[in-house]
């Protein structure tokens, strides 16, 4: 493993545990050169995926483009990191049995189902983007998807009326 600090090759692990459910293993190293602490992950990849998009050009799947897709959809609200790395793996595992190649619909039906149940904010964030919105009844439309809040849930608090 390269040392991103001085490049040299020769790093010795200082400890390994699994992370994100089982799904990776993340082990802290030391550089032999320098003396530098870094951490890497080691997942497991099923396989090569290739994105079709909509106009048919394909590309390869990047894991850090749909993390940080559904990172921007999660922006400013209060969810874990942890809960937004699973959610990215849950997907990318599913893409990966799927076959070799997945249509970029897919994936976005895939996100959009996952952060349906992560956060409601979130979820229309994303489908704001995803589905084009160009009324704001398109937001009321997928504003009504969402779950709705029980009855015996406390009210939120309501803001002072101006006079």
Not at 31 to 37: F, I, L, Q
Not at 84 to 104: F, N
Request: glycine share 6%; proline share 4%; charged share 35%.
């Amino acid at each position: 493993m390269r040392c991103p600090f001085c490049g040299d090759t020769d790093s010795q692990v200082k400890d390994s545990r699994s992370s994100e459910d089982g799904a990776a293993i993340r082990r802290r190293r030391q550089c032999e050169g320098c003396g530098a602490r870094f951490t890497t992950f080691e997942r497991i990849q099923l396989r090569d995926l290739t994105v079709v998009k909509k106009n048919g050009r394909r590309e390869a799947f990047d894991r850090s483009k749909l993390a940080r897709a559904i990172g921007f959809a999660c922006r400013k609200r209060d969810i874990a990191p942890e809960r937004v790395e699973r959610l990215v793996s849950g997907i990318q595992r599913q893409l990966e049995t799927r076959g070799d190649e997945v249509r970029a619909e897919e994936i976005g039906e895939l996100v959009m189902d996952g952060l349906k149940t992560l956060d409601h904010v979130a979820y229309i964030r994303f489908a704001s983007i995803y589905k084009d919105f160009n009324e704001a009844s398109d937001f009321a439309e997928i504003a009504g998807e969402v779950v709705e809040v029980p009855d015996d849930a406390p009210a939120p608090a309501q803001p002072d009326k101006l006079l």
